[in-house]
């Protein structure tokens, strides 16, 4: 059982910046795939970014030049850079792995942003 903790998240004013943290039970050397998606309330959880092992990251349009996503392999960790945010960006963000055929989910992280 993978376990994904994620932090970092907040209230932040428009413009600002956070960066989140996934922290993985375990390598992350062992995922094919490594996501966050988020979900603003009364909508649908939504890709933000992905990335795969050695695999170039590919991002929401709406998040493109803003987010940047990132990894660790020392500290079984991965990063989303959030940048330039928008009150758009508010929602709770999850991290997620694929590892083999199963899915793997963190409780979410709450960010709002503030005018």
């Known amino acids: 059982q993978v376990r994904l903790v994620e932090s970092g998240g907040g209230l932040v004013q428009a413009g600002g910046s956070l960066r989140l943290s996934c922290s993985a039970s375990e390598s992350i050397f062992n995922f094919n795939v490594m996501d966050w998606y988020r979900q603003a309330p009364g909508k649908e959880r939504e890709l933000v970014a992905s990335m795969t092992s050695g695999g170039t990251p590919i991002y929401a349009d709406s998040v493109k030049g803003r987010f940047t996503i990132s990894r660790d392999n020392a500290k079984n960790t991965m990063y989303l850079q959030m940048s330039s945010l928008k009150l758009e960006d508010t929602a709770t963000y999850f991290c997620?792995?694929?590892?083999?055929?199963?899915?793997?989910w963190g409780q979410g992280t709450p960010v709002a942003v503030s005018s």
């Open positions: 997620h792995v694929k590892k083999w055929l199963y899915n793997y």
